[in-house]
């Protein structure tokens, strides 16, 4: 039987009963979510290595998705095929997965998450369910909500490939971007967001881009949790700014934010499994991650206005 329908039960309790769950409850489809991320992190998938049959697996269940939600793709095709060799991987057809939903306005923003993660190692499998199937069933649950809301501005879904390859996949996508460049108001980035002890979940890039805080700190007075900024200063490792596919971004002078949650004791090994997500904070979290981005498409204008004024560092992106 599925963990998720194992979980079902409790899922509705915590819905019925949790008044700050609301926001899930009404945006995002909870057991979807669940599913997706299950789903992803099976050991079916075989670690979603680049290049391997899991990884292809995992292409389709998103796909699927990505007709299911009505996305339409760029030039006639939803995948964004590359090859790149790095370090012990060499592969001659990774892949991103590409669409969009149309908005009024060319204008956009790009929402990403990597599906790739670190396959089998040693006969065992990392399954990678935090990371980061999680942000992928995140932005699953995103595309279902916008299917049926429509946004203002147009959202490009981006799911990449080959990030535990060096950021392989975003880095041919700013170069190779499908839209012009002029028209990415930002990107909003996703990595690992579905468990976190103390119910932190963090939000770095305002530091190199205040003109995004406002909007963020507003979201963070009601989040079911807690929404705290940082990891984006200074030369340590507690620096995220390149720490994963927002960074092609930040280097192309494009503004970030990216959401995530700091290690925990499963990251990078074979015990990142469902069965160790935490459902209740996960939701919320997806949640709160939509409600930033209902915000920055609804005053996508004003963001803008702000940048062009040239009164914060977006167009000097640091050396960190």
């Known amino acids: 039987m599925s963990t998720v ?13 949790s008044p ?6 009404s945006k995002i489809d909870s057991r979807q979510l669940l599913t997706d991320v299950e789903a992803l992190s099976a050991d079916s998938m075989q670690g979603r290595k680049s290049c391997t049959a899991g990884n292809q697996k995992a292409q389709q269940y998103i796909l699927a998705a990505f007709q299911k939600y009505n996305l339409r793709a760029f030039n006639g095709d939803f995948r964004q095929t590359f090859s790149f060799s790095h370090h012990e991987t060499s592969c001659d057809e990774a892949a991103n997965l590409i669409g969009y939903i149309a ?15 670190l396959g089998v190692r040693n006969g065992k499998i990392y399954p990678g369910a935090d990371d980061n199937a999680s942000g992928v069933a995140a932005l699953l649950a995103f595309m279902n909500y916008f299917n049926l809301n429509k946004p203002k501005h147009t959202l490009v879904f981006a799911i990449f490939d080959a990030e535990e390859s060096g950021l392989q996949g975003s880095k041919f996508f700013v170069v190779k971007l499908p839209v012009d460049k002029k028209s990415v108001a930002l990107n909003a980035n996703l990595d690992m967001v579905s468990r976190n002890d103390q119910n932190e979940l963090y939000v770095a890039g305002c530091n190199h881009y205040p003109f995004l805080k406002p909007y963020l700190e507003k979201i963070a007075q009601t989040s079911a949790v807690k929404l705290l900024f940082g990891h984006d200063a200074g030369n340590s490792a507690d620096n995220w700014t390149n720490a994963s596919d927002h960074a092609p971004f930040h280097a192309m002078r494009i503004p970030f934010v990216y959401f995530g949650v700091e290690d925990h004791r499963d990251y990078h090994r074979p015990s990142d499994v469902f069965a160790n997500i935490d459902p209740e904070f996960f939701i919320n979290a997806a949640a709160t991650i939509l409600e930033a981005v209902i915000a920055f498409d609804g005053n996508l204008a004003e963001i803008a206005k702000v940048r062009a004024g040239k009164n914060d560092r977006a167009d000097r992106p640091s050396e960190n």
């Open 5 to 17: 329908k194992l979980l079902q039960p409790l899922l509705a309790v915590f819905l019925f009963f």
């Open 20 to 25: 700050r769950a609301a926001p899930a409850q």
């Open 103 to 117: 908005g009024a306005s060319s204008d956009c923003i790009v929402l990403s998450a990597h599906y790739d993660h």
